[in-house]
């Protein structure tokens, strides 16, 4: 296992290079980072989920403008699943682990949202919408924050949310934490 935990890291230094790591020093801690993965892999299939993960984050390490704007384009596709009335693409749309805060208190867990915002997917009409207007995401590529407005059917502003955005093993982009407040300035 060592002899492919040293090759994985050479394999993940060479990524870090190709992707066009910022400095030495972040392609240090590339290398250090992949090193700790390797060394945790259990199995060969966790070893090659990781290294996949890795050349992933790696080469989207490099533009956070380009991370922020997929990020974007995640919140914008998760808000038409309200105006589609979708509620099996909203689902999907959520880590498994989500959390998310609203008048019904804490709700943890994909099944748990979902299952709490089925009922604003009744109807022939959307009860809200919401789009991004913020969006900033970490230089790492793991995570992303969007803000924005939520508005009544008559387009007034009600309130602000706030979602946590997490890059998962699979290369999606899906919501972890989610809550709103009222309209901030």
Aim: aromatic content about 8%; overall charge neutral; some cysteine.
């Amino acid at each position: 296992m060592k002899k492919k935990i040293i090759g994985v890291t050479a394999l993940l230094a060479a990524a870090a290079l190709a992707a066009g790591a910022a400095d030495t020093a972040e392609l240090a801690r590339q290398v250090r980072a992949a090193a700790f993965l390797t060394a945790a892999a259990a199995d060969t299939a966790e070893l090659a989920r990781q290294v996949r993960a890795a050349a992933f984050l790696t080469a989207a390490a490099a533009d956070t403008a380009e991370l922020a704007r997929q990020v974007r384009a995640a919140e914008t596709a998760f808000a038409k699943t309200m105006a589609d009335r979708d509620w099996v693409a909203f689902k999907a749309a959520i880590s498994a682990e989500a959390v998310f805060f609203g008048g019904q208190g804490v709700l943890r867990g994909r099944d748990a949202v979902a299952a709490g915002w089925k009922r604003f997917f009744e109807g022939a009409q959307a009860p809200f919408s919401w789009a991004p207007e913020q969006v900033e995401a970490l230089e790492s590529g793991s995570l992303a924050l969007s803000s924005g407005p939520v508005l009544d059917p008559q387009g007034k502003r009600t309130s602000t949310f706030q979602s946590v955005w997490r890059l998962e093993a699979d290369g999606i982009w899906r919501i972890i934490f989610d809550k709103g407040c009222p309209p901030c300035e």
